[in-house]
């Protein structure tokens, strides 16, 4: 098996506006969905990300105090996970419960350095 | 400690462009950099990306065959890294030889379990 | 100063109740190689609580505090240890501690009340087994699972604290290199393995009940950490055996009897001399009820004979008023199924006072010449007794020179000087 990068993405927004209520389902089902890839030795390991950051670009003489893609594109968290190929690492990625708060999962694969 | 996630972004152009042994000597650089890291017991992971991949948009049904960023702002690796404070994993990020090869490195803490 | 001594009394009542299930859980989480980091935890929480609620007075329910206390700093070590391989968090359950979209949900599964009480449970199964000694056992028992400081448990087993922590060191050793996982046996291994969880109990509960020395908080608290255990097996329905309740009814009646047992100097009242008033009714009836349920099934174990004895001797109003041909009944029973000395000698004792002194003396001569017999103190201390009956003086001071020599406990000699001093006066 082939290891894959999810980068969840966006969502930020909804998510925040969430009712305690609606965090604990949501909890939940990152509980079930991530104890399911865990069982099937599919996970590798994975966080959720603080909104703020920092960005080091040109060649690190500017610095800005925001992660360099906001809003839908903000990177929120990532998993890696092992899967067969891409098609199969993005069926799996339909589970996502981040999609119950309108995120994007974008699908990569692990490449050698 | 805290951890971070470096984000490393964009300058696949410019990747591209350099001859193979250019970039035998740039990924040395890279070694170096996160072997430094390593020896002060900062380093917990990391990993290299394919450029190509796959995006699940929202609702989960959707699926185009590309990233969702590309160009400037495509991921194309990430480590995790240890540190007290974001200036601090800022200061640590600016030793990365991506940004001499048009990178940007986009700090970000790991969301704390509390 | 009265605050601060309430918010102690508090504090060391739950720590007792709760401390070992509170390492039984963090256990699971760590590992039990790691069981040293979950009594750190709890030690920990409990400190954090006396800071705590001396500053700010007691919280509502001290008990949640405490185990969110130690659920926190559970988290903490756990965030602290994510990337290293102290922890192993290869098992499917525990690599989603590692992740912050599922560390909350996944360690408040760990702290469900039934979990908890399950997880308790299978640890002490774990510290009860066979290729541990069973002096090692009861000592950690005391230590991690009843909230006993090293100290504590020294002055409860008379020792010196090094032993005590070798002690630890040689069953957490075990632990570590047997890689052992705590879990209640299933059920067709349960009732072996109950046996000798049970036999730690009532060890540990002799422990407190017989060793005579002054203090006797630690004594009161041996035997009441020993019920605890014992309660807690009767808590879960898949532990409720027979011989679970009989042990837990033997334990009553004893226990009914504790105060009436020792004067104020320490010295040991005979049960023919015992104040019967000063025994414990309440406790006498919760023995009978835990005895009744004992009954069904075709187990008998010998908790339930010794359970039954005892009973006898708590219903009877007066020393004379008891039913020795039943307890004499009792024993015949007992004899069958274990070939143990001391019971063949309390038989002995049974038949000096239901046919007089020279049927005992004809009952104990049937194993004259045993070699293991002939070293047990209560051997000579009851021939002497024999003889005391049969006015045999000189014989009877012999024996009890003999019992006094073999005796290692300090009121039992005393007790038999006395009854030497007696005779000679």
């Known amino acids: 098996m082939k290891e894959f990068l999810y980068l969840i993405r966006g969502g930020q927004e909804k998510y925040e506006k969430n009712s305690p209520d609606e965090m604990q389902k949501h909890m939940e089902h990152w509980q079930e969905w991530m104890g399911g890839l865990a069982q099937a030795g599919q996970l590798v390991g994975g966080q959720p990300l603080m909104t703020e950051g920092k960005t080091l670009s040109e060649g690190g003489a500017k610095i800005i105090d925001r992660p360099l893609a906001e809003g839908k594109e903000l990177v929120g968290g990532y998993l890696l996970i092992k899967a067969d190929s891409l098609d199969h690492a993005s069926e799996i990625a339909k589970g996502c419960p981040s999609f119950e708060y309108g995120c994007t999962v974008e699908v990569r694969e692990i490449s050698p350095m | ?113 509390d | 100063m009265e605050h601060s001594n309430h ?49 700010r007075g007691m919280p509502d329910n001290p008990r949640a505090w405490l185990y969110r206390t130690a659920k926190n700093k559970a988290i903490d070590i756990i965030r602290r240890n994510k990337y290293s391989t102290r922890i192993d968090f290869s098992d499917p359950n525990k690599q989603l501690l590692t992740s912050g979209y599922t560390m909350n949900v996944t360690m408040d599964n760990y702290w469900k009340e039934d979990q908890i009480k399950d997880d308790f449970l299978a640890m002490m199964y774990a510290c009860c087994h066979p290729d541990i000694s069973e002096e090692n056992q009861i000592t950690f028992i005391l230590k991690s699972l009843c909230g006993f400081s090293t100290k504590e448990v020294a002055r409860s087993f008379l020792t010196s604290e090094d032993t005590i922590s070798k002690r630890l060191y040689r069953t957490k050793e075990y632990f570590r290199k047997h890689k052992i996982r705590p879990k209640i046996p299933t059920s067709n291994e349960i009732a072996a393995k109950t046996k000798t969880v049970l036999n730690a109990i009532y060890l540990m509960f002799n422990e407190g009940y017989n060793a005579t020395h002054a203090d006797q908080l630690i004594r009161k608290d041996v035997i009441e950490q020993a019920m605890l255990l014992c309660r807690s097996l009767l808590s879960v329905e898949r532990t409720q055996l027979p011989e679970v309740y009989a042990l837990m009814a033997l334990m009553c009646f004893h226990a009914a009897r504790l105060d009436s047992r020792l004067t104020t100097e320490g010295e040991l009242i005979l049960l023919s001399k015992q104040d019967r008033t000063q025994w414990d009714t309440v406790i006498i009836q919760s023995g009978k009820k835990y005895l009744n349920k004992a009954a069904f099934g075709d187990t008998l174990s010998t908790y339930h004979i010794e359970a039954a004895i005892a009973y006898e001797h708590c219903i009877a109003k007066e020393y004379k008023n008891t039913n020795w041909s039943m307890i004499l009944k009792y024993y015949d029973i007992f004899l069958n199924i274990t070939h143990d000395p001391i019971v063949f000698l309390n038989r002995c004792m049974v038949i000096l006072e239901l046919h007089g002194p020279d049927k005992a003396l004809k009952a104990i001569e049937t194993i004259k010449n045993n070699k293991v017999i002939e070293k047990y103190y209560l051997y000579h201390a009851t021939l002497g007794e024999i003889y005391i009956r049969l006015q045999q003086n000189t014989k009877a001071v012999i024996h009890y020179q003999k019992a006094i020599q073999l005796t290692q406990s300090k009121p039992e000699k005393q007790f038999l000087k006395d009854k030497v001093a007696r005779i000679l006066n």
């Open chain 2, 1 to 113: 400690m805290k951890q971070f996630i470096f984000l490393f972004k964009g300058g696949d152009e410019l990747w591209d462009s350099k001859s193979e042994k250019e970039q035998e000597v740039h990924m040395q650089d890279w070694m170096q950099w996160i072997d430094g890291i390593a020896k002060k017991d900062q380093y917990l992971g990391g990993e290299r990306l394919y450029p190509g991949g796959k995006t699940i948009h929202p609702g989960g049904i959707k699926v185009t065959d590309r990233p969702l960023t590309e160009t400037k702002e495509l991921v194309g690796g990430y480590i995790i890294v240890k540190a007290n404070t974001i200036e601090e994993a800022t200061e640590m990020a600016k030793g990365c030889p991506g940004l001499l090869w048009e990178s940007s490195v986009e700090v970000r803490e790991v969301w704390p379990e």
């Open chain 3, 7 to 55: 918010i102690d009394n508090t504090v060391n009542h739950l720590f007792r109740q709760e401390s070992g299930k509170m390492v039984a859980v963090l256990v699971k989480i760590f590992g039990a190689e790691n069981i040293e980091m979950a009594e750190d935890v709890v030690q920990d929480a409990l400190v954090s609580a006396l800071e705590t609620w001396k500053y």
